[in-house]
């Protein structure tokens, strides 16, 4: 609410109660220096709440940067390894598919090596003594329990490794689904509210401190007037008396009354800007969480990726052999052709 500004002018007064002129021009002294006092506990506490709005909104602005660097790092880091991801991807399906095929195809391939016989005269070229009363196929000539081991071994092996890349696939969606989410969240909803509100804190408060610099030259004169007064001994304040009531009630009903819902519209807006300031620090703290999460979660990536590469090459060593009995029908063929 607006407080009443009283302009406590002297009151005229029958002849035995007139105040002698040193005492009106007290009263008034005493009356401009309130005023004064008035508008400088206003200037004060303004200029406390406009660079405590200065600092929130600054502090916000530091903030919305930094979160934003944090944000841009992330969708670098992680652009960065879903791409390098894509590539190891389109490599490790290729060969753990070749790998699975193989296995899976291996009693088929066995099946085949049984119905190629093996000529009889290749044997014997070969050096191997036969049973001329028994048929050959390229079957009798490899292990297929050793085969069928290898294959079940194979398979577990496989199985474990594709559930491992699997992983790594999920990892990496979940890096990229997450990275998107908290790229879409909204952090500045009121920032731009603030901006605004700013530049009217600025523009009050400078007519506040307007209105004060006024005030203080308004003491200042009458100061100096009452003091003029005094020392020629005047023995009224004749029309000097209407000068002073009518600037008086000017700063009563006009200055004042601004200066004062001025003060009372900066201290709404420090409250605004602090709401402001708490939500955005919350946000920023649960987004720099989940960042951090994130950021962390890629950084294993790499290791875990490295890691499968090498498992992929080893098991294709380990495992090359299963690729032998399909190779046999054209290494047969090959053969015959010389």
Same mark, same amino acid.
């Given at each position: 609410?607006?407080?009443?500004?009283?302009?406590?002018?002297?009151?005229?007064?029958?002849?035995?109660?007139?105040?002698?002129?040193?005492?009106?021009?007290g009263t008034y002294a005493n009356l401009f220096q309130k005023n004064h006092s008035q508008g400088q506990s206003?200037?004060?506490?303004?200029?406390?709440?406009?660079?405590?709005?200065?600092?929130?909104?600054?502090?916000?602005?530091?903030?919305?940067?930094?979160?934003?660097?944090?944000?841009?790092?992330?969708?670098?880091?992680?652009?960065?390894?879903?791409?390098?991801?894509?590539?190891?991807?389109?490599?490790?399906?290729?060969?753990?598919?070749?790998?699975?095929?193989?296995? /899976?195809?291996?009693?088929?391939?066995?099946e085949i090596i049984r119905n190629i016989s093996v000529h009889s005269e290749i044997l014997k070229s070969a050096?191997?003594?036969?049973?001329?009363?028994?048929?050959?196929?390229?079957?009798?000539?490899?292990?297929?329990?050793?085969?069928?081991?290898?294959?079940?071994?194979?398979?577990?092996?496989?199985?474990q490794l594709s559930r491992s890349v699997q992983e790594l696939e999920d990892t990496v969606q979940y890096v990229?689904?997450?990275?998107?989410?908290?790229? /879409?969240? /909204?952090?500045?909803?009121?920032?731009?509210?603030?901006?605004?509100?700013?530049?009217?804190?600025?523009?009050?408060?400078?007519?506040?401190?307007?209105?004060?610099?006024?005030?203080?030259?308004?003491?200042?004169?009458?100061?100096?007037?009452?003091?003029?007064?005094?020392?020629?001994?005047?023995?009224?304040?004749?029309?000097?008396?209407?000068?002073?009531?009518?600037?008086?009630?000017?700063?009563?009903?006009?200055?004042?009354?601004?200066?004062?819902?001025?003060?009372?519209?900066?201290?709404?807006?420090?409250?605004?800007?602090?709401?402001?300031?708490?939500?955005?620090?919350?946000?920023?703290?649960?987004?720099?969480?989940?960042?951090?999460?994130?950021?962390?979660?890629?950084?294993?990536?790499?290791?875990?990726?490295?890691?499968?590469?090498?498992?992929?090459?080893?098991?294709?060593?380990?495992?090359?052999?299963?690729?032998?009995?399909?190779?046999?029908?054209?290494?047969?063929?090959?053969?015959?052709?010389?």
């Amino acid at each position: 609410s607006i407080t009443t500004f009283a302009t406590e002018k002297p009151q005229k007064s029958s002849a035995l109660n007139i105040l002698n002129i040193s005492d009106e021009c007290g009263t008034y002294a005493n009356l401009f220096q309130k005023n004064h006092s008035q508008g400088q506990s206003f200037i004060k506490a303004a200029a406390i709440h406009t660079e405590l709005c200065e600092r929130l909104y600054q502090e916000q602005r530091v903030q919305l940067i930094a979160l934003d660097v944090a944000l841009s790092n992330l969708d670098s880091h992680c652009r960065s390894v879903v791409e390098v991801h894509e590539v190891f991807n389109a490599i490790s399906e290729k060969e753990i598919s070749k790998q699975n095929m193989l296995i /899976k195809s291996l009693p088929i391939d066995i099946e085949i090596i049984r119905n190629i016989s093996v000529h009889s005269e290749i044997l014997k070229s070969a050096g191997i003594t036969v049973n001329s009363q028994k048929s050959y196929s390229l079957a009798d000539f490899v292990s297929l329990d050793e085969f069928t081991a290898l294959a079940e071994k194979g398979r577990d092996a496989y199985g474990q490794l594709s559930r491992s890349v699997q992983e790594l696939e999920d990892t990496v969606q979940y890096v990229k689904l997450g990275t998107e989410t908290v790229k /879409k969240k /909204k952090y500045n909803n009121n920032f731009s509210k603030m901006e605004s509100t700013l530049i009217q804190i600025r523009e009050r408060f400078a007519k506040l401190r307007k209105h004060a610099e006024t005030i203080e030259r308004d003491l200042s004169r009458v100061q100096s007037k009452i003091s003029e007064i005094l020392k020629s001994n005047a023995r009224s304040l004749s029309s000097q008396s209407s000068i002073f009531d009518a600037l008086a009630e000017y700063q009563a009903k006009e200055y004042l009354p601004d200066m004062q819902r001025i003060d009372e519209w900066l201290r709404e807006q420090v409250a605004f800007f602090v709401k402001c300031k708490n939500i955005m620090t919350s946000t920023m703290i649960s987004s720099l969480q989940q960042i951090s999460h994130l950021e962390s979660t890629i950084a294993g990536v790499p290791g875990t990726l490295s890691a499968l590469e090498s498992e992929i090459k080893l098991k294709a060593q380990e495992f090359k052999q299963l690729s032998n009995i399909r190779q046999m029908p054209l290494a047969y063929v090959y053969m015959l052709s010389y």
